[in-house]
């Protein structure tokens, strides 16, 4: 059985300790079981030591592995929290595990300290631990509190998944798995242009602030336009970045007010624990719009609930990939089938039924038969149109055609005199008797069921 030790890094035990306490508290209340090993150093940071000497670079990353596996015998998995010393202990394993030439010279040195590089390490990102490893879906299952669509802007940060030659857990260029956690979450994951830009700290630590600030604006720029409740991240230096400097420019006048969490927050609070238990009051940036604008959710998404399956909402409006082939989307400008589901994923049901973009929908049922998912966006408007029906909300011609087909069960009347010009019989008789027999039957035992009678 594998042991899970975890490498804390430097940032998160110097700066930001809280972070560490909302990992533990995730991993106590998933009954995920870590341990802590004595000896480590930085991993160390590539841009920092790995540009001055590779050997000690190396050296040093081999030797935090070899006390990993010192510390906590074979079949060990050494979980990093933060996207650089991933990227370092994992391209150093690859690099190790790949040319024995380099083992044997990083052996030479680590030999010195009566250590060896031996393998039986597994290196491990924290956001590929809880979604491959515990897993997305036993996350899921143990939530107490859903997000409920709250809009959650993903910032995976440059070493997460790079270099893709050494790290391999997820897409380099369009990552899924840190949305895909958002998402069992219950939150709605918001793709943005600037998402795999940096987030500028690097910038910031070779002491160029304010260049690194311009990078940090343009992604909550962006963040802001899309109305997104929250960012998250998985690396304390991205948070570290986004958190500090947007609360530096907070007081110079730059007000964004987007909340930073990183991962485990995000999952702890789902999971029901208490904000003050996860440390999250010692952020920046001030997070009680968030709890707010959360409360707001979920009583309004309660009413959307009843009317619509949420999570296969928010999974079409996440994909999008029939808005290419929908006709109306791709002639008229103002149908944007998006904006309209945000609204009901929102709760704003009143907003979503007053909105004449849902009878633009034509219901040709080109989505319904490219859906992968089987779901097919004109779902939502044909129940939004029904709603809105029902509240009198309808086109004067749609609102002509209804009253004409409750009048003679047809929506247009034969043209006698058409016929005979063209010298046809006259029509069958029309079944309308009939057909009103039977709608006033079933209006009048639906209107005693609805009295108690029935």
């Known amino acids: 059985m594998s042991v899970n030790v975890m490498f804390w890094g430097c940032q998160i035990p110097a700066r930001f300790p809280f972070i560490e306490k909302s990992l533990r508290k995730v991993f106590d209340a998933l009954d995920f079981r870590i341990r802590d090993v004595n000896g480590f150093t930085c991993c160390p940071e590539k841009a920092l030591v790995g540009n001055m000497s590779k050997d000690v670079w190396t050296l040093t990353a081999a030797r935090n592995l070899a006390v990993a596996r010192e510390g906590a015998g074979e079949n060990l998995t050494l979980i990093q929290a933060c996207n650089g010393c991933f990227s370092t202990l994992k391209t150093v394993q690859e690099n190790l595990d790949h040319d024995p030439a380099l083992l044997s010279k990083v052996?030479?040195?680590?030999?010195?300290?009566?250590?060896?590089?031996?393998?039986?390490?597994?290196?491990?990102?924290?956001?590929?631990?809880?979604?491959?490893?515990?897993?997305?879906?036993?996350?899921?299952?143990?939530?107490?509190?859903?997000?409920?669509?709250?809009?959650?802007?993903?910032?995976?940060?440059?070493?997460?998944?790079?270099?893709?030659?050494?790290?391999?857990?997820?897409?380099?260029?369009?990552?899924?798995?840190?949305?895909?956690?958002?998402?069992?979450?219950?939150?709605?994951?918001?793709?943005?242009?600037?998402?795999?830009?940096?987030?500028?700290?690097?910038?910031?630590?070779?002491?160029?602030?304010?260049?690194?600030?311009?990078?940090?604006?343009?992604?909550?720029?962006?963040?802001?336009?899309?109305?997104?409740?929250?960012?998250?991240?998985?690396?304390?230096?991205?948070?570290?970045?986004?958190?500090?400097?947007?609360?530096?420019?907070?007081?110079?006048?730059?007000?964004?007010?987007?909340?930073?969490?990183?991962?485990?927050?995000?999952?702890?609070?789902?999971?029901?624990?208490?904000?003050?238990?996860?440390?999250?009051?010692?952020?920046?940036?001030?997070?009680?719009?968030?709890?707010?604008?959360?409360?707001?959710?979920?009583?309004?998404?309660?009413?959307?609930?009843?009317?619509?399956?949420?999570?296969?909402?928010?999974?079409?409006?996440?994909?999008?990939?029939?808005?290419?082939?929908?006709?109306?989307?791709?002639?008229?400008?103002?149908?944007?089938?998006?904006?309209?589901?945000?609204?009901?994923?929102?709760?704003?049901?009143?907003?979503?039924?007053?909105?004449?973009?849902?009878?633009?929908?034509?219901?040709?049922?080109?989505?319904?038969?490219?859906?992968?998912?089987?779901?097919g966006m004109e779902k939502v408007f044909t129940t939004l149109k029904k709603m809105a029906g029902e509240q009198g909300i309808r086109p004067a011609s749609v609102e002509k055609g209804l009253e004409m087909f409750t009048k003679t069960s047809r929506i247009g009347e034969p043209s006698m005199a058409q016929r005979k010009k063209l010298n046809l019989p006259n029509p069958p008789e029309s079944g309308f008797t009939q057909w009103k027999e039977m709608i006033d039957s079933i209006k009048k035992t639906k209107d005693e069921k609805q009295e108690g009678v029935l």
């Open 107 to 375: 052996n030479d040195g680590l030999n010195s300290v009566n250590l060896s590089y031996r393998g039986g390490v597994e290196v491990k990102h924290i956001v590929e631990m809880f979604h491959d490893v515990i897993g997305a879906d036993v996350i899921k299952s143990q939530i107490k509190r859903s997000l409920n669509g709250l809009k959650i802007a993903v910032h995976p940060g440059c070493h997460m998944t790079r270099p893709s030659s050494a790290i391999d857990f997820d897409d380099p260029i369009v990552p899924k798995k840190f949305d895909s956690l958002i998402r069992a979450l219950g939150g709605t994951n918001i793709d943005y242009h600037a998402k795999m830009l940096c987030c500028g700290g690097e910038l910031t630590n070779i002491g160029d602030i304010e260049k690194g600030t311009d990078v940090t604006r343009q992604k909550l720029i962006e963040t802001r336009s899309l109305e997104v409740d929250a960012m998250a991240v998985a690396c304390p230096n991205c948070f570290k970045q986004l958190d500090n400097q947007q609360f530096m420019m907070q007081r110079d006048g730059e007000d964004f007010s987007i909340p930073i969490f990183y991962i485990s927050e995000l999952i702890g609070l789902t999971l029901g624990i208490e904000p003050k238990d996860l440390g999250i009051e010692s952020h920046r940036v001030k997070t009680e719009r968030f709890f707010e604008r959360w409360n707001e959710v979920d009583e309004s998404t309660g009413k959307s609930a009843q009317h619509f399956d949420l999570d296969a909402l928010k999974a079409c409006y996440e994909c999008g990939a029939c808005l290419d082939d929908c006709p109306s989307a791709r002639i008229l400008e103002d149908y944007d089938p998006k904006a309209v589901m945000e609204k009901v994923i929102a709760g704003k049901l009143d907003d979503a039924v007053n909105d004449h973009r849902i009878w633009q929908c034509l219901e040709c049922h080109t989505c319904t038969e490219l859906c992968p998912q089987g779901f």
